[in-house]
Nanobody, 122 residues
Framework: QVQLAESGGGLVQPGGSLRVSCVTS????????IAWFRQTPGKQRAEFLC????????EYVDSVKGRFTISRDSAQKMVYLDMDALTPEDAGMYYC???????????????WGRGTQVTVSS
């Protein structure tokens, strides 16, 4: 049974940094791409932010490139998102998600966690 569970969200000041984590189970992390998404109020669909593929390569949307870093620890079955230079526009519910595909995660993945809330405010 595939399960994903995010943690680490919270309140951070603009310009600050935060790490959110995703613990995975029910599948082999090394063999599947996994992504981070963000849901903000007023938007119908969660926004894809980044993903790490089975070969370790990564993809980022332009809005987070250079500020966010996705990584994984396969032994611990963990996926991390390190976020720097946060702005109020980065606030939202952060989800990890997978389609159990090696090189892609769709816009509406099959498997999601419940999310962790990130607030960016002074």
């Amino acid at each position: 049974q595939v399960q994903l569970a995010e943690s680490g969200g919270g309140l951070v000041q603009p310009g600050g940094s935060l790490r959110v984590s995703c613990v995975t189970s029910g599948f082999t992390l090394d063999y599947h791409a996994i992504a981070w998404f963000r849901q903000t109020p007023g938007k119908q669909r969660a926004e894809f932010l980044c993903m790490v593929k089975t070969d370790g390569s990564t993809e980022y949307v332009d809005s987070v490139k250079g500020r966010f870093t996705i990584s994984r620890d396969s032994a611990q079955k963990m996926v991390y998102l390190d976020m720097d230079a946060l702005t109020p526009e980065d606030a939202g519910m952060y989800y990890c998600a997978t389609d159990l595909q090696p090189y892609r995660v769709g816009t509406t993945p099959r498997f999601w966690g419940r999310g962790t809330q990130v607030t960016v405010s002074s």
